[in-house]
């Protein structure tokens, strides 16, 4: 196994930290990793794929992606792990990871290769953590914080002011209204998806501004927005990208 590239242990929930000895040990190929509600694992486990512990094991230098979704036991200092020794990851899922707060987001930043981060429904996620995320050079091409119930029209501020690159934005059920929406739609012109489904305080006036200013937009999910009318929803519609849109709970109005 040792030219072993993909390894998915979604669900197997009696890994533990020494697990990740072993395959930072004898899998040092390994490209992608999904430990996805491996509840045993820790900081120390991300540590030892991160190659902290190199008299043991040199650990997992060539990840590209690594899934930690409802890994509840990880911390800010995980993140401070994978920051230091996984320079190539591209794409890491910390989706109801809810001891990650907005310090941990400060060692992402800091990540160069990082792509795509997955924070849906990390509670202790807010604005501060998109300003260290900006202010960090962060070159993010996809960000989820959507369920996170912490993040407001300041955090759009911080998006707007410095992660430039984004193409996907994921806000579900997020605070946020019409201004947060104006500031997204005056700087990233690539967007090309943006999920603000369940964010009840979007009206005619934000989603006008998204169909004048986001001409790229490929995917808008609206699901529940219920204040929106046909007046908005005409402009959308002449997207001349747009090939998903998601109207669940719309009524005529």
């Known amino acids: ?75 800010d200092e995980a993140l401070k792990h994978a920051s230091v020794g996984l320079a190539e990851l591209k794409s890491i899922n910390l989706s109801f990871c809810v001891s990650i707060s907005d310090s941990g987001l400060k060692h992402l930043a800091k990540m160069m290769s990082l792509r795509e981060l997955n924070l849906r429904s990390c509670d202790n996620i807010s604005d501060i953590g998109m300003a260290y995320l900006a202010e960090g050079g962060s070159r993010i091409t996809s960000l989820d914080v959507s369920f996170c119930d912490k993040i407001s029209d300041q955090a759009l501020v911080h ?44 009206t005619d006036k934000g989603l006008t501004i998204i169909a004048d200013s986001l001409k790229n937009l490929r995917c808008i999910d609206l699901y529940g927005c219920t204040r929106i009318t046909t007046l908005s929803l005409e402009r959308i519609m002449k997207l001349p990208q747009l090939s998903t849109l998601n109207l669940g709970l719309w009524h005529i109005r």
């Open 159 to 202: 998006v707007s002011q410095g992660l430039f690159n984004l193409r996907s934005l994921s806000l579900n059920a997020c605070q946020i209204s019409d201004e947060g929406l104006c500031r997204i739609a005056r700087t990233l012109h690539d967007l090309e998806t943006l999920n603000v489904g369940q964010c009840n305080c979007i």
């Open 1 to 75: 196994l040792k030219n072993l590239e993909v390894l998915e242990l979604g669900g197997c929930c009696n890994v533990t930290n020494t697990g990740l000895l072993l395959i930072a040990w004898g899998l040092y190929k390994l490209k992608r990793l999904n430990l996805r509600s491996c509840w045993h694992v820790s900081d120390q486990g991300i540590g030892h794929l991160a190659g902290l512990n190199a008299e043991a094991a040199r650990g997992n230098l060539s990840l590209e992606y690594l899934g930690l979704q409802d890994c509840q036991r990880l911390t």
